[in-house]
Structure formats: structure tokens, C-alpha cells
């Protein structure tokens, strides 16, 4: 492909995707195939001769789309959001073409320098401390990741070898196998599963503390788990609070959690995977109160925040813990330039991989094309769009909030028995008009009904609980399921 046909093949994949994108209002959110539609119909082998570009677009609407779950749609209110926006795709694009790999300052100083700068941006845009931020005379830092998962999986293998290193040093006859073997970490019962995968990945415990009536992780919890891992001989290392939790978006009291654990050494992480956006705006800041104890933060852009998926920020207190961590020297990664750098980190040493995406250029795409008002206007609708679907539920007396509703999160269910409200998911799932997920709190089951698409408006919001209303399932009918 020379870049004549590429401007061509280009331009029709620009308006394939604005097509797609104004067409989701007409698109049922959830696909009609079965399992195997499209791995039993396309060729079992890599053509042997070059095909036309205008062949492979024209299969992504047979082949391809049929398949699609809709993630952008007004009628998808599953998981969380994971949004995109024009300015974002706009970025994406600039970074496949430019596709340099900055895995140190000279294989590409401005994606360094951007992230480095949007990092900033980013951390002042939620109002984190300052010590978090990139400066020349700081040791605070930002990187851009793939996903929550890899940012929770860092700070804890970092936590891991800050904690192994000073036990080292306090007491040089110890072996590091012991001392390993006897670390202890922690996070709650409504932490997201990358927590207690994370464990795995790092060979850890990761103690799943219970949380209170509200779904917080408390200090009292910690405390106790603290004290009768100590008494047992174990080395308590590090601490997963969570802001905005996956199944009710529940906040922990890092007010509480913070200071016990920089009183007792443990690393301090908090995930605001989903939440982190809202801090943009003033109003929701008194949720993340305590964040100044933290060692480490991470949100998703790439969730509430117009950047499509993948861009998963984290910020450390003290970076230096991490560079320690994970420095592998090679030759052909010396260049002169490592010496005068003015403070900015070298980002190899801060990721699992060694090369890594331009990330950065579609946050800066967003910043500068949304504004701090834009993103600020974008979470007060989706609150506000949240709070329309709970005055609906409360005003029907069949149905019930289960936990206080946060940020774009309504769990509700059906009075009365289990099986009602699964047979209402499951009449709506076949129906394929709307998508919600369900989810358990204290034994109980109910629904989720996350605000998630951009384009979703008060009008979606009747639309989905009217269909809601209308596959109420009959007492009867359920009881057997
Ligand atoms: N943490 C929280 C609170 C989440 O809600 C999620 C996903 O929804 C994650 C972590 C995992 O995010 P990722 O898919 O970026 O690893």
C-alpha cells in the first residue's frame, strides 16, 4: 500500500467510523450471534495474495460488526464506561502513524516529554498533592499504563521490594526467600479482582479485609488485620484502598486507612479506576480526603474521560522506589543525554515492557479539545443522568436501591425474592435493547445500571427503564427458577 491508496483507505476508515458512531442510537447494544459466528467462517488461513482494501472494509460489516457489543451506545449501562471521543481517535491514529517507541528520552523525547507534561496536567486536573507531580528538584512522578491491573500490579511488586530491601538492611542475615514468604497485603472484599490478581502475579498473600454497611474499607479493619498477622510473624507490606468500587462505587476511608499505614511503614495504594474522573470537579473532591498519605494513585482516562482504551494513569510519591525495583542496565540503552535529562524519569524503568505506546497524545487531544469545563460538564451530566434513574426506581414500589447511589452507579432490584430480579435480567438480556449487568451485595441480588455512553441523554434513560418496567416477571413464573 503506497500513500496514495493509504489517504483513500484511510478516509473511508474516518467515515466508516463517524457512520458507526452516529448510527448507535439505531443498533441494538448487544450482538445476535453465537459463539463460533465468526471464527467458523473466515478462511482458516492467511490470504496468500494482497487483497483490496475496499474487500477488507467491506467485510468488518459482514464479518465484524455483527459481533459487536456496543460500548458506545446510549443503551449500554454495564461494567463502567469505557468512553471515546473524536479527539482521542484523532490521537490514536497520530500514534500508530508515528509509531516511535520511547522506551528512553532519545528514542523519542516528545513522547516523553508529553507524557511527562500530561501526567502533570492530569494530576492537577484531580487536585492530587503536589508531591505526586513531576518537578526537577521533586521525586514525584506519573506514567501512563495499559490498565489499572498493571498500575495495582507495579505499585505492589514495588512495594514488595522496598519492603525486602529494608528488612535487608536492618537485619543483612536473612534470607530473601523468608523474608518474601512472610509478607502480607491487603485490600477489601469490593476491591476490583485485579487486587487479588495482582497477588497471584506478585506470589503474595493478599488478605481480602471485610468492609463496613457501607462497603468501605474502615481502619478499624486494617488494624485488626494488622495486629493478628504481626502476632502471627508475618511482615504486613502494603495496603489497596479503592475509590469508586466496581460492584456499588463505594469510597474507602483513606482518612482512616492513611495513617495507619504510614505509621506502620506499609505502602499506600489508592485505585480510582473508574471514580478519578470526578475529581475533576470541586464538589466531588471531599471523596478522596486522605490522599495526601498515599504512596501511589491510579485512575482510567481511558473510563469517564473521553480516552479510548488504553490509558491507565499512576502517579508515586517517591518514584526513585520503583526505578530500584525494576533497573536492568544494558549498553545500548547509554545515551548522553541520560545525564542531562532535568529531572525526567526514564520510562523504561517503570513499566513491565520495555518499549511503549505514545499514550500521551490523545490525552493532550482531549485536554485541549474538551477543557477542564468540558470534562466537568461531562461528569455532572452522568451524575445528574444517574440520580433521573434512582428518583424513577424510588417512585415504584416493586422495586428497591440497595446501596447509595455514586457517581453514575445505580444498584437496584425487585422487592422481594432473587429470582425476580434474575429473571428481569435475563428477559432484558434476550431482548438485547438495553445492557446491564448484575452484581451481590450481603447475599443479596440486584442490578447495575451505570450512566456510561457520552451520548446517553435523559431520553435513554426513560427509554431504559420503561423496558425495564415493561418485562416485570410474574411472582409465579419465577419461582421455580
Ligand atoms: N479497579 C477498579 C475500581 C475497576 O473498576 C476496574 C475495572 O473496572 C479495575 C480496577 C480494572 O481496570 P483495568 O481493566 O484497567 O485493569
Not at 84 to 109: D, F, H, Q, R
Not at 381 to 408: C, H, P, W, Y
Not at 444 to 459: P, Q
Request: hydrophobic share 40%; glycine share 6%; aromatic share 10%.
Amino acid at each position: 500500500m503506497d500513500a496514495k491508496e493509504f489517504r483513500e483507505f484511510g478516509k473511508a476508515a474516518v467515515d466508516y467510523v463517524a457512520d458507526y458512531l452516529e448510527s448507535l442510537r439505531d443498533r441494538a447494544v448487544l450482538p445476535s450471534v453465537k459463539p463460533g459466528y465468526l471464527i467458523n467462517t473466515i478462511p482458516k488461513e492467511a490470504p496468500q495474495h494482497p487483497e483490496k482494501w475496499q474487500e477488507v472494509l467491506k467485510d468488518m460489516d459482514s464479518v465484524f460488526m455483527p459481533g459487536v457489543t456496543h460500548w458506545q451506545s446510549p443503551n449500554f449501562h454495564a461494567y463502567f464506561p469505557c468512553l471515546t471521543s473524536y479527539p482521542s481517535i484523532v490521537g490514536e491514529i497520530l500514534s500508530a502513524g508515528i509509531n516511535s517507541i520511547g522506551l528512553n528520552w532519545i528514542a523519542c523525547p516528545a513522547s516523553l516529554e508529553l507524557e511527562v507534561a500530561m501526567m502533570n496536567w492530569l494530576g492537577k486536573l484531580l487536585n492530587l498533592p503536589n508531591e505526586f507531580l513531576n518537578s526537577p528538584d521533586g521525586t514525584g512522578g506519573g506514567v501512563i499504563y495499559g490498565s489499572a491491573s498493571e498500575a495495582i500490579l507495579i505499585s505492589l511488586l514495588t512495594a514488595k521490594d522496598r519492603i525486602v530491601k529494608k528488612i535487608q538492611s536492618e537485619y543483612p542475615h536473612f534470607e530473601e526467600g523468608i523474608i518474601k514468604a512472610k509478607l502480607v497485603a491487603y485490600c477489601s472484599d469490593q476491591s476490583n479482582s485485579a487486587a487479588e490478581k495482582a497477588g497471584m502475579l506478585a506470589s503474595t498473600i493478599m488478605r481480602i479485609l471485610p468492609t463496613d454497611n457501607k462497603c468501605r474499607l474502615r481502619g478499624s479493619a486494617l488494624e485488626e488485620a494488622i495486629k493478628t498477622d504481626r502476632k502471627n510473624g508475618l511482615t504486613p507490606f502494603y495496603v489497596l484502598a479503592t475509590l469508586g468500587t466496581t460492584g456499588t462505587c463505594a469510597f474507602d476511608d483513606l482518612e482512616e486507612l492513611g495513617p495507619i499505614c504510614n505509621r506502620e511503614n506499609i505502602w499506600f495504594h489508592v485505585d480510582a479506576a473508574y471514580a478519578g474522573t470526578a475529581f475533576a470537579c470541586p464538589e466531588f473532591r471531599h471523596l478522596m480526603a486522605g490522599v495526601e498519605y498515599a504512596d501511589s494513585f491510579n485512575f482510567n482516562p481511558h473510563k469517564w474521560m473521553f480516552i479510548n482504551f488504553d490509558c491507565a494513569a499512576m502517579w508515586l510519591k517517591d518514584s526513585r522506589y520503583l526505578v530500584d525495583a525494576f533497573r536492568v542496565e544494558r549498553i545500548f540503552f547509554k545515551n548522553k543525554c541520560e545525564e542531562d535529562k532535568i529531572g525526567l524519569p526514564d520510562y523504561r524503568h517503570w513499566h513491565i515492557t520495555l518499549g511503549t505506546r505514545i499514550r500521551a497524545l490523545k490525552v493532550w487531544f482531549v485536554l485541549r479539545l474538551y477543557g477542564v469545563e468540558g470534562i466537568q460538564n461531562h461528569v455532572r451530566k452522568q451524575v445528574a443522568l444517574a440520580k433521573q434513574f434512582e428518583d424513577l426506581v424510588r417512585n415504584d414500589n416493586r422495586f428497591e436501591i440497595v446501596t447509595e447511589v455514586s457517581m453514575g452507579l445505580v444498584c437496584f432490584r425487585i422487592k422481594g425474592p432473587d429470582s425476580l430480579t434474575k429473571c428481569l435480567h435475563e428477559k432484558l438480556m434476550e431482548r438485547k435493547n438495553i445492557y446491564l449487568i448484575a452484581g451481590t451485595f450481603r447475599n443479596k441480588h440486584l442490578l447495575r445500571f451505570v450512566v456510561c455512553s457520552s451520548m446517553t441523554d435523559s431520553k435513554d434513560i426513560t427509554f431504559a427503564w420503561e423496558e425495564i418496567c415493561s418485562q416485570m416477571p410474574d411472582k409465579q413464573a419465577t419461582e421455580e427458577i
